[in-house]
Structures are given as structure tokens and as C-alpha cells.
């Protein structure tokens, strides 16, 4: 960044109070010469940002006293105090700014470089502003990549619209020219376009360290990549020694690929049906990940139904292991999380975990499951029933201290499931347990089998209509068996503790 500014100029030092004087000398003088410049009446209090707006948008001409005009406002814009920040202080401001995700580069980039002389001189001149390319803004992508000279860059593409003109040559092109130096590569687009890309990839990208591939919800067309993944150009022959974060949602790559390894991100999102990957494959890519810290996996994940999983599978250690997700829509979800928790028990001891799963049980209404393991106490969410193959999934998961039933109105055998839910869980380790549109007698029926013991707090929600006398029986009955009972804003001690 230029240092003009940075001394004495008509008398007055460049202290902190000096630039505050300075800048107040030259105001009446550029205010003064602004408004004789400007023919006619001006419908806004006179101000240096009149006078700037004067400058770019009446003048044309540039005569010896507008020339002045933005000599003078050039000193007053290097007397800013912003520009007593070290270079390097105002520089990384500029990169936030620039950089910010939840705005656009390309329109922030015009905006901080036509804020005055030296923010642009500041933009133009460093590199690493450039470096957040988005390939869909195609002129300013090809000034962005030549601005940035040979700085790693983050390459974009996510078409908003389809363009007349537009082909995969829009961004495959700048992706292989470029290869050598993109440390970021973040893609949104129909499979075909992903198939396209792959099928043709950079045999090397060196620097490259986070790899996204989005499907944009399109058809997930596996054969069709399957088939451009057999090309001796393609992404499966491609050497990508610094790739650590791995993201792919709507689309799937096979786990044998050398991109599975060394990873310490991996999330891979399905969106309509379960792709099972073989156990043995599962545990071998993340025995390849000994420092993975985060793992997502929707849809995705070790297939229980495989005739080898009967075999043993040695578990792999995960020791940075910090978040772990597992989602899954097949009927098989417990018994796939099951087996995944065998294959990384460090799951247990992850700062976060969040398990979810449907359990279906033939006629009754089908189940779904959500654990969660964060910051406060681990908890369970259970919906219309209850998998008895539950009880093995919560042996290798931190014991469930809060937990929760909901009941829709098609729900069948609702006392039974609550009944075998309660009777998985550890009750004296079980700080409140929930319920939501559940009777009042059927909670009454579950808890009435001795075998399941007292809960230390009830909380009914919401319950079907019942009269009175109703809520009242079941009230009287429900506190034989919990230490507190919170009925809507009733509050009701169990017996056992009343007396």
C-alpha cells in the first residue's frame, strides 16, 4: 500500500490529533472549490461526499481547479485515520471484507476498489485479493486469474441461470490451466457436468486441499459416471497429495479412489436412497484417515446386509475424532449404525455425535430416531416406535440422560414401544423423559411394569383431548411412578418422595 500521507504536509504533523486538524483545513477549502465548480443549486448540505459525488458524476473536462479539486481530495482521504493502520493490519481488513462468505467476491471487490485512490491502489496491487474466483462471473474470473498471478486460488462455480453460450468450457478450461495452483475447488452442478469434469481431470493438483461437488439436486446417474471414472483422464488417476476435506452431496465417488485417504473432513450426502459401501472398504478408508476429525455421512455408510460382515471387522482408531453424523433412510439404519459404531468406537468419546435412523416395524407405524451427543447431556428422540436392536446401538454411545416419545395419531402399540424403549434405557441414569401426544393412560400402562423402575422426572407435553376426570385419574396413577411429574403448568410430586 502506498504510504502517501505518511508525513507533514502544509504545516500540520501526522499525529493521531494532527490528522484530525489536517483534515479539518482542507474541508472548507475542498467545499469551497466544490461548490464553485457546481452550476446550479445543490439540493444536499455541501460535505466532502458531495464533493467527491460532484467530481464523478458533473464533471467532465479536467481544468486546472478540478484537478485541485481531487489533488485536495486524495490528501484528504490518505489523512483518514484508517490509514495509520500498518499495511498489513489494513490489508487483511481488506481480505476479510473481500473474502466474506456470505457475499459475493466479485461484488465486493468492486465495491472496496472504488471507495478512494489508495483502497483501489491497495486492491489492484496485492494478489491474494483475487484469489476467490467465481467462474460463473466469467470477465471478472479471467481478471481474477490474472491478477492473482501465481497465488493459490479458490475456484467457484455455481451457475444461477443458464446462459446462452455457455459451455463445461467455462470453468474446465480455467480449472486445468490453472491446476497447479487451486487449493479450493467448489462446484455446483448437474451430474452430467460433474460426470464431464471427472471423466477429463487435471492429472495433478498439488495445492489442492478442500474438493466440493454438489449435484444441485439433478439425478444421480451412477453408471454414467461410473463410465467417465474408467477414463485414463479422470479424476481416479489424478494425484492430490494435499487433499484434506472431501465433500460430495448428491452424488457419490467410489470409496477405492485415491481421494478417500489422508483426509481429515469427509462429508458425503445422498439425497434419495441408501448407497451402501462394503465394511471392509468402510474400515480400510478410514484406517487411510488416521487424523480424520470430522465424518458426515447421509445415506452413505457400511452395508450390514453384506454376507461378510459376520466376519470380524477390527475397529480403527479415530483419536481426533471431534464430530460424527450418520443418517440413513434404509430400514436397516440401526443395524448400519451398529456396525459403524464397531468399526469407530471413538464415536463415543467425539465431542459431537448425531445419529438418526428409521425403524420400521411391519404393520405399526414406522419409527424414526435421532440421538444426539454435544455439550449438554446426551439425548434420544424416538417417534411412533421402538427397534429392540436400539438397546445395541446405546451400549456403545454414551448412556442417554434425556430422552423424549412422540406419538402421531396413526401410531399403533403405543404403550408397548414406550413400554420396551423404557425398559432399553438405564431409568436411574435417565435425568427427564418426554412425551408428546401420548394418553395419559397408555404412559400409565408402560410405566406400570415394575420391571422398568421410577423416573426421576415425567414431562407430558401435549396429549390427546381428555376431560377432567380423565387427567385426573391418570394423574393419580402416574405418581406411583415418577419422582416429578409436569403436567402442562402442573407440577405434581410422586409419592414416593411426598411422603
Known sequence: MSDTGRGPFDGHEYSASGHLCSQAVLEPRIISLASELHHGPCDVPWTVSTAHRVLSTTLSTRRPAELLLTRLLTQYNALAPINRLPP????????????????????RTQLTSIVCVSWRQAVLSHPLLWTNIDLFQKRYAALALERSHGAPIKLTFSPRNVRAGDTEET?????????????????????????????????????????????NNSHFDAAQLNSALLRDTSIAHSATPALRKLELEGLSLPWTLPLFRGLVYLHIKLRNEFTPTSPS??????????????????????????????????????????????????????????????????????????????????????????????????????????????RHLLRALPTVRVADFTSDHQATSVARHLRTMLADLDVEQLECFETRNVPRGEIAEALSDRDIGTLKKLRIATVPHATEQERAGHLELLTDFVEELVDGNTVVKGRSVAS
Open 171 to 215: 470453468y474446465t478450461n480455467p480449472i486445468s490451466e490453472h491446476a497447479a495452483r487451486i487449493a479450493i475447488l467448489d462446484l455446483t452442478q448437474s451430474c452430467y457436468s460433474h460426470a464431464t469434469l471427472l471423466g477429463t481431470f487435471p492429472p495433478s493438483l498439488p495445492l489442492l486441499h478442500t474438493l466440493s461437488l454438489d449435484a
Open 281 to 390: 472398504t468402510f474400515r480400510d478408508v478410514l484406517a487411510a484417515c488416521p487424523d480424520l476429525e470430522t465424518l458426515r455421512l447421509n445415506n452413505v455408510g457400511p452395508d450390514p446386509a453384506d454376507p461378510r460382515v459376520n466376519t470380524t471387522v477390527e475397529p480403527v482408531s479415530l483419536p481426533k475424532l471431534n464430530y460424527f453424523q450418520l443418517e440413513s433412510s434404509t430400514p436397516n439404519a440401526i443395524a448400519c449404525a451398529i456396525l459403524a459404531l464397531k468399526i469407530i468406537p471413538a464415536v463415543a468419546s467425539a465431542k459431537d455425535a448425531v445419529i438418526l435412523g428409521f425403524m420400521p416395524n411391519g404393520r405399526d407405524s414406522t419409527g424414526f430416531l435421532w440421538y444426539h451427543l454435544a455439550i449438554g447431556p446426551p439425548t434420544l428422540r424416538v417417534s411412533n416406535a421402538w427397534d429392540p436392536n436400539v
Open 88 to 107: 498489513e493490519l489494513f490489508f487483511d481488513i481488506l481480505f476479510q471484507l473481500i473474502n466474506d462468505p456470505m457475499a459475493s467476491s466479485f461484488r
